[in-house]
């Protein structure tokens, strides 16, 4: 089975720039989640759905950030417009009820460049 | 409202034991651990749900005191590919909604030399 796939896995963009990063989750997973890594402030929870319903978006820094989940199998974080200090590692994450319990499976992320 | 974990940073030689700390200060439901290597994405290693739960994973396990609100994270025999940065990943007790919330630690570096 294919794991969780990000697009683009490195972007560059130039400040005030719209971004938009793609995730497909895993087939059969019910949770989807977004996180951003920095080193400064390291892995935190942006938002996070379930069923394609966002369930928890208060990590989301502010209203140039959004979200959206249009069906069970893609989902997609924009940021507009984008600034210098949103440049970091965005990863989507994807869980479902399992003998593990909820463990979360993390896609390659995308490297995001804001100069 | 971050777990700490400790140490920060833990240098082993192959074949060395080591212990990492994952402290929370608010009850907890669920821990779990992850382990990342440079450059790429967290790798999913266990989750211990119940309170005094022990796990294991190869040579590597994992213990949750709920009362205390600690997990530790146990890797004997330490072998180069268990090099990486290891997070533990808390799910707090209390709301439905955020029953699958995680909150992940400081990240503790693990390097493993010959």
């Known amino acids: 089975d294919a794991g969780v796939i990000q697009s683009p896995r490195h972007e560059v963009t130039e400040m005030g720039q719209e971004v938009t990063l793609r995730c497909k989750p895993i087939s059969g997973h019910d949770y989807l989640f977004w996180y951003r890594q920095t080193m400064m402030r390291g892995l935190e929870l942006l938002i996070y759905?379930?069923?394609?319903?966002?369930?928890?978006d208060s990590g989301m820094p502010e209203d140039r950030f959004s979200a959206k989940m249009p069906n069970a199998s893609f989902s997609t974080l924009k940021i507009q417009p984008s600034e210098p200090r949103d440049s970091a590692v965005y990863f989507c994450a994807s869980s479902a009820r399992g003998r593990e319990g909820m463990a979360q499976y993390f896609g390659p992320g995308t490297r995001l460049t804001v100069l | 409202q971050q777990p700490v974990q400790s140490p920060q940073a833990v240098i082993l030689r192959e074949g060395e034991d080591a212990v990492i700390n994952c402290s929370s200060s608010k009850a907890l439901y669920s821990v779990h651990w992850y382990r990342q290597k440079h450059g790429e994405a967290p790798v999913f290693l266990m989750i211990?749900?119940?309170?005094?739960e022990q796990k294991g994973h190869e040579k590597i396990s994992a213990s949750f005191n709920e009362k205390k609100q600690q997990s530790s994270l146990y890797l004997t025999a330490s072998q180069l590919s268990y090099s990486g940065t290891y997070f533990c990943?808390?799910?707090?007790?209390?709301?439905?909604?955020?029953?699958?919330?995680?909150?992940f630690g400081t990240g503790t570096r693990l390097l493993v030399s010959p």
């Open positions: 759905f379930n069923n394609n319903v966002p369930i928890d």
């Open positions: 990943g808390t799910v707090y007790t209390g709301g439905d909604m955020g029953f699958q919330k995680l909150v």
């Open positions: 211990l749900l119940k309170g005094g």
